[in-house]
């Protein structure tokens, strides 16, 4: 079994920045991609960015130029750097991880973290 632990995320000014970290532990063997989504108030959850274990990257257009994604390998940690934070980023933030290798499992399988607040307010 495998388990992600979001954090980083809190209460931030319009105009400030938050890095979220997520940590995947267990018996893993590899993790494909793994990327950070969003659900704010009323809204459905949504992709914000994703990284691939070869370091290929992809936003969604409302945080390019303003979001970084990275990932350390050797630690299965993904990072999410939130720069010029708007109104509209906030959200639950969810970290998931995408086909991955357990071992002692034949299938590969997605995972997702409990979620972490991220509130942007005046």
């Known amino acids: 079994q495998v388990q992600l632990v979001e954090s980083g995320g809190g209460l931030v000014q319009p105009g400030g920045s938050l890095r979220l970290s997520c940590a995947a532990s267990?018996?893993?063997?590899?993790?494909?991609?793994m990327g950070w989504y969003r659900q704010g108030p009323g809204k459905q959850r949504e992709l914000v960015a994703s990284i691939t274990s070869g370091g290929y990257t992809n936003y969604a257009d409302s945080v390019k130029g303003r979001f970084t994604i990275s990932r350390d390998n050797a630690k299965n940690t993904v990072y999410l750097q939130m720069n010029s934070l708007k109104f509209e980023d906030t959200a639950v933030y969810y970290c998931k991880s995408d086909r991955v290798r357990v071992a002692g499992l034949r299938e590969l399988y997605d995972y997702w973290g409990q979620g972490t607040q991220v509130t942007v307010s005046s």
């Open positions: 267990g018996s893993i063997f590899s993790i494909y991609a």
